[in-house]
């Protein structure tokens, strides 16, 4: 699902709501999740899961052309970790 799939989706189960106003409040939260994941703070969705920063350290990679080694910085990653009332619905038998 897309973003623009999921402002529709949102603005036909919220008929009392205007479109561009949904539209605004997705791109809020989307925009909040991110401020505090690149602040370092973890994001909790009670039912649906985490979202937290973890950090790779430096490593030694290889060119998959040259097989020569390349030197691989740290870096941080986006992390998410499902919730239990997520894993269970998606593991439920249909």
Not at 30 to 55: N, P, T, Y
């Amino acid at each position: 699902m897309t973003r623009s799939e999921l402002v529709a989706r949102l603005a036909a189960a919220n008929p009392h709501l205007y479109q561009r106003d949904v539209e605004r409040i997705v791109t809020t939260i989307f925009e909040e999740i991110s401020a505090a994941l690149a602040r370092g703070d973890r994001v909790e969705l009670r039912g649906f899961g985490a979202f937290s920063v973890k950090q790779r350290g430096s490593r030694v990679g290889r060119n998959p052309r040259t097989g020569q080694a390349v030197s691989v910085t740290a870096k941080h990653i986006p992390y998410f970790k499902t919730g239990k009332q997520l894993r269970e619905r998606l593991n439920t038998d249909a």
